[in-house]
């Protein structure tokens, strides 16, 4: 239950948390939360200050309401987050009695501003800054947060030591105000748009790939929750749009994860889900997002009306910028996905600035907001946990944020296409950056570098492979790994002398090799031939004696035998990207 409407969070009253300035007029939200501090004396200066000292506290619970509450012998303003007072006291209306003030506690300086809530916007995502002030806060926006439980489509784990995968769906599900005229009648909410954010393992950068709607794959069978709490298995199909694999045959999130995972091979950690409202009340929040039309835009579907240059969009105008695709490139929902990519970077420079994180009564509208529209899995349906997953993202620079599409071509299949498939040739070469967490923002810095190591790597004389020995364990999740990596290194490469020592004690992540220093020609040899990174390389410190082997435990990044460890040094030629730090204006 919420703090609004059962009490006190933590023993701390959220609209204790929200004060009057005297200067301005407005209540601000008080960034130094501590339980030390007295929030009676608070109250109490608050009222030295305006002279209404005593007078019964009124309003609505929800700040941005655009109403005043009005007490019985004068109006006040509304306090955000304010919750009513269950005593007789004051149903009886009468005035609270000053509580003497306690010894104000020093302010815990390191967690000033640390605070982060992540959440997803319809077709977007955006990291939005709030303060510790509003963690108090936590209960209220707790109440808000719907869940979906996804079984094992994703991890139990807020967040990984390794890289992570977040899948934001937006919904074309008519529900809300205003919200009759988008998506199709009746839907249940199809996966109208979809971003798989990836999430490096050093948290340096993240990558969002956008997956079209009308990509025509195989959905893989799935199990997802009935109404009635009962679980159903689905089958897959064939050959159907990537759109039905949420709200079609009683699909749910959990079977859209599962189908970007058989497209990608990149298991999505978390989902979140949203619908038209999300937009409408994100963009409100944050004062409306900056745009750049390259063009006058006067669409008659969408009726959106945008002038030449820049300007701010917000609520509705926002929604239907993001709806519309007559008015920009051919008219195809790869060039709405552009239009959506730019505004969802200017979105989150928006909610990364100064204006939006030193403003708390901003902040406190817009984590409202972002939680009231957010659908998750049970792994985060929690502030707590969101904030936690927030804090781990929120480490990535906005610069390195890169927005792309997956390539696709045109489905074959149909004499006038209508719809894509996945590009042979660039979609795996962009899949296998992903999966081995090779930067699209550092690639030429990454690529300079591991020819460097690989160099250095394999300077030196290598061994005859007829003089390898080396014992090969399965630490990765490919069943069997061990015994095929052998028949391939015996059968293709000549090392006769390699052994299947089959699973190792632990699942590892990356490949290792470890070796003696007197068995360096034989790691350069076999490095050479698997395609070893430098960091997969462990010499020792004593050298081996007789016969003694090597030992390679295949880890996570294993794609296979003869294929090589490492990933492209590039991303496929012809994929279009923008970085979130950069205004583009739509053509």
């Not at 005035?95 to 319809?122: D, I, M």
């Not at 298995?233 to 859209?256: A, K, M, W, Y």
């Not at 070893?532 to 035998?561: C, I, N, R, S, Y």
């Amino acid at each position: 239950m919420d703090a609004h409407s059962r009490g006190r969070a933590d023993d701390i009253d959220p609209a204790d948390q929200w004060v009057l300035n005297p200067h301005t007029g407005n209540y601000e939200l008080r960034l130094d939360h501590s339980a030390g501090e007295s929030s009676s004396s608070a109250r109490t200066a608050t009222a030295e200050e305006t002279g209404r000292r005593g007078e019964p506290r009124t309003g609505s619970s929800r700040e941005g309401s655009g109403r005043r509450g009005a007490a019985a012998d004068g109006a006040r303003r509304e306090v955000p987050g304010q919750r009513s007072r269950r005593s007789s006291q004051a149903a009886r209306g009468a005035a609270e009695p000053p509580t003497p003030g306690r010894r104000k506690r020093k302010p815990q300086k390191s967690r000033k501003k640390k605070a982060l809530l992540w959440t997803g916007g319809v077709m977007a995502f955006v990291v939005v800054g709030t303060s510790v002030g509003a963690y108090a806060l936590y209960q209220k926006f707790n109440g808000n947060i719907d869940s979906i439980d996804v079984g094992d489509a994703g991890s139990k784990n807020v967040v990984t030591d390794g890289p992570m995968n977040i899948l934001v769906i937006g919904t074309d599900k008519r529900t809300g105000k205003g919200n009759e005229g988008y998506g199709d009648k009746g839907s249940t909410g199809h996966a109208d748009t979809n971003i798989l954010f990836h999430v490096s393992e050093d948290r340096t950068n993240a990558t969002a790939m956008s997956i079209p709607r009308d990509l025509v794959t195989d959905i893989p069978e799935c199990e997802a929750k009935k109404s009635d709490g009962t679980s159903a298995v689905i089958p897959g199909t064939p050959n159907e749009r990537f759109n039905t694999s949420l709200g079609q045959n009683g699909r749910d999130p959990g079977c859209t994860m599962k189908t970007v995972e058989n497209i990608t091979g990149l298991k999505p950690d978390h989902f979140m889900m949203v619908d038209f409202n999300a937009v409408k009340e994100l963009t409100t929040a944050v004062g409306g997002v900056e745009v750049c039309m390259s063009k006058p835009v006067d669409d008659p579907k969408s009726h959106l009306v945008l002038p030449q240059g820049k300007s701010k969009v917000q609520g509705e105008k926002a929604l239907a910028l993001l709806r519309t695709r007559d008015s920009f490139g051919n008219r195809s929902d790869l060039d709405r996905i552009k239009v959506q990519q730019q505004f969802l970077g200017s979105m989150i420079r928006e909610m990364k600035s100064s204006d939006t994180l030193t403003n708390p009564k901003k902040l406190y509208k817009l984590a409202d907001a972002a939680t009231n529209a957010l659908t998750v899995d049970s792994a985060i349906a929690d502030a707590k946990k969101l904030m936690t997953l927030a804090q781990e993202i929120s480490k990535v620079d906005t610069k390195n944020i890169t927005f792309l599409t997956m390539p696709v071509i045109d489905n074959p299949a149909e004499p006038k296409p209508v719809t894509v498939v996945v590009d042979p040739v660039k979609g795996e070469q962009l899949f296998a950056m992903m999966r081995s967490d090779t930067s699209l923002t550092e690639v030429k810095q990454k690529e300079k570098d591991a020819k460097g190591k690989q160099a250095a790597l394999l300077k030196g004389p290598k061994a005859d492979p007829a003089d390898v020995r080396v014992d090969v364990l399965n630490g990765g999740g490919i069943p069997g790994a061990a015994g095929s990596t052998v028949t391939w290194l015996q059968n293709e490469q000549g090392v006769l002398k390699s052994t299947n020592k089959a699973n190792a004690p632990e699942k590892i992540k990356k490949t290792t090799l470890e070796y003696a220093p007197n068995q360096a020609d034989q790691a350069r040899a076999l490095a050479e031939m698997m395609g070893l990174p430098a960091t997969a390389m462990k010499q020792g410190t004593a050298d081996a004696e007789g016969l003694e082997a090597m030992v390679l435990t295949l880890g996570a990044d294993f794609k296979g035998a003869g294929q090589l460890i490492t990933g492209p040094a590039k991303a496929p030629e012809g994929v279009e990207q923008a970085s979130a730090d950069k205004a583009v204006c739509a053509k």
